[in-house]
């Protein structure tokens, strides 16, 4: 079933990819060095490929990054959330390429559902009550299907998919603990797990970055605004949490590198 719910994710980025790339205004495709296209490509392809990877295996995607620690259930479910996360803003990311905003708020939607349906076995096993979980997941459905019906107009889908992942996000990646105790989650969550809560948290508010700049001057500057506040959650996690959780900065460094030259490249496209 994991695979399959995974599976449905792709599929959803692949077709928001095709659809999109392909009505990139000509003007926009070769700026400052690297196209609105390539750039889009590489980071959303970079982003869905590392997102998959950690959902389907949480322990080598560890590894990667140099932890010999023990996987403990709450570091599963939360780097698998932090994956499924990641694949959310590959494919919001891809959805907006053409300059649509109500599409890309609506993937957002529909993605944020998905999202939560693939962290649900591993959130399950953390304990804490189902129904704020099946709330969210019933609302963003709808939301996404009204969107995309039309029932509500894109300025108002806009303000409710920004407000939502700017609370969300800034909950999650600065206040870990108050979102840790507001879900009532019963087991314990270690450095590592917690980590792993705060980046996806991070992720949430870059989707929150994209869709601002998206909606104000158009892709470009949506992907530059989202690629520069990926790089500095990075470069955050890599100097003040890495270490006591034993993850090797390197991958870290790298990341912050390829995000903020994305971030450079795009906002010179955006000009």
């Not at 999109?20 to 980071?43: D, F, K, N, V």
């Not at 599409?103 to 939560?116: D, E």
């Not at 189902?130 to 107009?153: F, H, M, Q, S, Y």
């Not at 409710?160 to 609370?167: D, K, N, P």
Request: proline content about 2%; charged content about 15%.
């Amino acid at each position: 079933m994991s695979a399959m719910r995974v599976g449905t994710f792709l599929a959803l980025t692949s077709a928001a990819s095709a659809t999109q790339l392909s009505h990139l205004p000509a003007i926009h495709r070769l700026r400052g060095g690297l196209s609105s296209e390539q750039l889009t490509q590489g980071l959303a392809g970079l982003t869905i490929a590392s997102g998959a990877f950690a959902y389907i295996s949480p322990k080598k995607d560890m590894e990667m990054y140099g932890s010999t620690a023990a996987l403990t259930d709450d570091v599963v479910a939360y780097d698998r959330y932090l994956g499924a996360c990641q694949i959310l803003l590959g494919a919001v990311i891809q959805a907006g390429a053409g300059g649509d905003v109500g599409r890309a708020c609506s993937v957002g939607f529909t993605g944020g559902a998905i999202s939560l349906l693939l962290a649900t076995p591993g959130f399950e096993k953390l304990g804490g009550p189902k129904e704020p979980l099946v709330a969210w997941i019933v609302a963003l459905t709808a939301l996404g299907k009204l969107l995309r019906e039309g029932k509500i107009d894109t300025d108002l889908g806009y303000k409710i998919s920004l407000a939502a992942y700017v609370l969300t996000g800034a909950q999650f990646w600065l206040a870990p603990d108050s979102a840790i105790e507001m879900y009532k989650v019963k087991a314990t969550v270690g450095k590592l797990g917690k980590a792993c809560f705060k980046q996806s948290g991070a992720i949430i508010l870059t989707i929150a970055a994209y869709l601002y700049g998206l909606s104000t001057k158009g892709h470009d500057y949506g992907l530059a605004l989202c690629s520069g506040l990926g790089a500095i959650s990075t470069i955050k996690l890599a100097m003040t949490d890495a270490d006591e959780c034993g993850i090797d900065q390197t991958g870290l460094y790298i990341w912050t590198a390829v995000l903020a030259a994305v971030g450079y490249y795009s906002y010179q496209n955006s000009l």
